[in-house]
Nanobody, 125 residues
Framework: QVQLVESGGGLVQAGGSLRLSCGPS????????MGWFRQAPGKEREFVAV????????YYADSVKGRFTISRDNAKNTVYLQMNSLKPEDTAVYYC??????????????????WGQGTQVTVSS
């Protein structure tokens, strides 16, 4: 049962930008810390960024720090991932997910209970 819906993926040239959205799907997410993960072909799903319930705290993987920005609009029940200066190695399926309340590690994908279906991001060189 899909509870989160991502959109905004596509094909972009290296150096370009995309903004991903993770919108509502029959549930309110304002009480969850929300994260973005990505998975490239043949690789493990990896942490990208997370934002706290209030939006006051964020945390990024070193590989995207300074290029990606996570944000949220709780009134719209939507989380965003602004991706700038994209590189070919950013090519992956991007997933948003809701972090389990009381979990201890934002970067641990096993502490996320709800996931979207993913959106493909392809960066050409």
């Amino acid at each position: 049962q899909v509870q989160l819906v991502e959109s905004g993926g596509g094909l972009v040239q290296a150096g370009g930008s995309l903004r991903l959205s993770c919108g509502p799907s029959g549930r309110t997410w304002s009480s969850y810390d929300m994260g973005w993960f990505r998975q490239a072909p043949g690789k493990e799903r990896e942490f990208v960024a997370v934002i706290s319930r209030s939006g006051g705290s964020t945390y990024y993987a070193d590989s995207v720090k300074g290029r990606f920005t996570i944000s949220r609009d709780n009134a719209k029940n939507t989380v965003y991932l602004q991706m700038n200066s994209l590189k070919p190695e950013d090519t992956a399926v991007y997933y948003c997910a809701a972090h389990r309340p009381g979990g201890s590690s934002w970067s641990n994908r096993y502490e996320y209970d709800y996931w979207g279906q993913g959106t493909q991001v392809t960066v050409s060189s």
